[in-house]
């Protein structure tokens, strides 16, 4: 589904350009679900603005189902660490902000958000702004947003990150009950290596250093399977991811 082909991207730091990508390749598979992990500053969050035509290669290509990636495109949906929703709308309308944007009839859409409001556990706080709502909620209605486009590429950078363990713990099973039940194409950049194993049917370790480097790439095959957090596959798979981050070998 996509190729990211010899990709370069810098910028400048006084007089010298510094390179956070170099002759970068990676292709991802439709249905698949990545997890980015790494140290804060190793380029995962420049790679999601990447993929979404949020930011632009200055070497190489990215491709979308064959076509060169220009710009932002409707089917690519993104949910940010902050939510980003706006404070003056309730979560019905922030829900359907996407779909009015692009015009649809309110008849149409109705049903569609009415729909996800349900599905994402939202019903009785449907007319309430976000300074009311929990973290959780606050997430739920983000994700509530973006899966109303009907996106085939869900990016999502560190979404869970600022809520207490066991909301997080809920909100990683709701992810996952999407990505089986919808078949998104989803990329994760997460800081927490239980929540890559977790939700990460392929997952790939990054390193500081310029340009960025790839020092693992861990196939998952059994996520989604029920009871594998308390698997001992899940913990083998953890504790290798841990010893790339502290240094170690990739063999």
């Given at each position: ?17 510094v ?26 969050s ?16 990215i491709?979308?189902?064959?076509e060169?990636?220009?710009k932002?495109r409707?089917?690519?949906?993104i ?45 009785e ?5 976000p ?10 209605v ?10 085939d590429?869900?990016l ?19 992810l ?11 990329v994760?950049?997460?800081?927490s ?10 997952i ?19 996520v ?7 698997t ?6 953890a ?8 240094g170690?070998?990739?063999e």
């Amino acid at each position: 589904m996509i190729d990211v082909a010899n990709c370069d991207l810098a910028y400048s730091q006084g007089a010298l350009p510094v390179k956070v990508y170099s002759d970068f390749n990676l292709k991802i598979d439709p249905g698949e679900s990545l997890v980015l992990i790494g140290p804060s500053g190793c380029g995962k969050s420049t790679l999601l603005y990447l993929l979404s035509g949020l930011l632009k290669p200055s070497g190489g290509e990215i491709r979308i189902w064959g076509e060169p990636l220009r710009k932002t495109r409707q089917k690519t949906a993104i949910i940010l660490q902050e939510y980003g929703l706006f404070p003056w709308l309730n979560v019905e309308q922030n829900v359907r902000l996407g779909l009015k944007v692009r015009h649809q009839p309110k008849k149409v859409y109705r049903y569609i958000v009415d729909e996800m409001i349900h599905k994402m556990g939202l019903t009785e706080v449907k007319h309430h702004f976000p300074s009311q709502l929990s973290g959780g909620q606050k997430q739920r209605v983000a994700l509530a947003r973006a899966l109303t486009l009907k996106p085939d590429l869900l990016l999502m950078d560190e979404p869970l990150s600022a809520l207490d363990a066991l909301t997080r713990e809920r909100l990683q099973k709701l992810l996952l009950e999407i990505w089986q039940e919808q078949k998104l194409t989803t990329v994760l950049v997460t800081h927490s290596i239980e929540e890559a194993v977790f939700l990460g049917s392929r997952i790939l370790v990054l390193k500081n250093g310029r340009p960025t480097q790839i020092v693992g790439e861990i196939f998952n095959p059994q996520v989604g399977q029920s009871g594998y957090r308390q698997t001992s596959e899940f913990f083998q798979k953890a504790s290798y991811i841990r010893s790339l981050l502290e240094g170690g070998s990739a063999e």
